[in-house]
């Protein structure tokens, strides 16, 4: 039984680097590396992969549930189409996956400096983003979907980690996720691009359905490129380590490339901007770590 499938690990660095770079952050901020900012940062890894899984769970469950897909006659998740997990098992693992990442938070309520409300509340913040993007409302298939993942899938994980760290609550570490969690959205939105006929038959409608083909095209492009002129800037005015994702615009350009030619149904596309995204974020992360300088540092000092 392939439960590789349901937790979808392929997803799990829209999250990890968000934690490790909030991590990098309080370091900056502090100049604390110890024992327990390990632990800390061990605890905060595991709670936000936990929730990160669970949400995967519940979304490829609820695609199922409401036959998102199915009665288009596309297969899309193949851990429950082929019947690798039973619907009990998914729900079971998601239940297992969200009790986990509450112990972590439980855990984390002892070890960081970080007030309990603060961490509880930004905890069950994404908690309840994952849950709701299909289940509950399911904002996912009422556009809201996309809103949804630029203000958690990355900002949210970040500030947990930094919070977690600093112990101070400050809304300012978000702003550094943005050019990450845009990249994000390029990947969802590419694969909505790909399957706008299918969701138009399923009854679901993305942004890429609203838009069309030609708006989607531009929209892609601007998701694509829109972070290099952000690492750019913060690297000139900044510290030049900032701009080294810049090195990741080749690839860029040969996606935009086979999304204008090919279109968006070819799902290289879809793996491709993933792979993008992980470069990116890796590429920043070690920036971030190299900078002199780091964006937004001295109003979090000021604060």
Known sequence: MQIRSGLRPWTFSASLIPVALGAVLSYKYTGVCNLTSAMILFLSVAAVVAVNSAGNMVNTYFDYMR???????????????????????????????????????????????????????????????????????????????????????????????????????????????????????AILHSKHAREMDADKKAGVLSLAILLGSQGSYFLYTALLFVPYLVFFVWGLQYSLPLALPVLTIPFSFQLEKAFREGGPADTRISTGTAKLNLAMGLLFLAGCVLASRVPMMDRIIDT
């Open 67 to 185: 036959s998102v897909k199915l009665r288009a006659g596309v297969k899309r998740d193949q851990a429950v189409l082929e019947e690798h997990l039973q619907l009990t098992q998914m729900v079971n693992g998601a239940a297992y996956l969200y009790g986990f990442a509450m112990i972590c938070l439980w855990l984390l309520m002892w070890f960081s400096p970080a007030k309990s409300m603060h961490l509880a509340g930004l905890f069950f913040g994404g908690l309840s983003s994952s849950f709701m993007y299909t289940g509950g409302v399911g904002v996912k298939y009422y556009v809201l979907g996309d809103l949804l993942v630029i203000f958690t899938f990355g900002p949210l994980a970040l500030l947990f980690s930094f919070v977690s760290q600093t112990g101070k609550l400050t809304f300012i570490p978000l702003l550094l996720a943005l050019p990450l969690a845009v990249s994000t959205e």
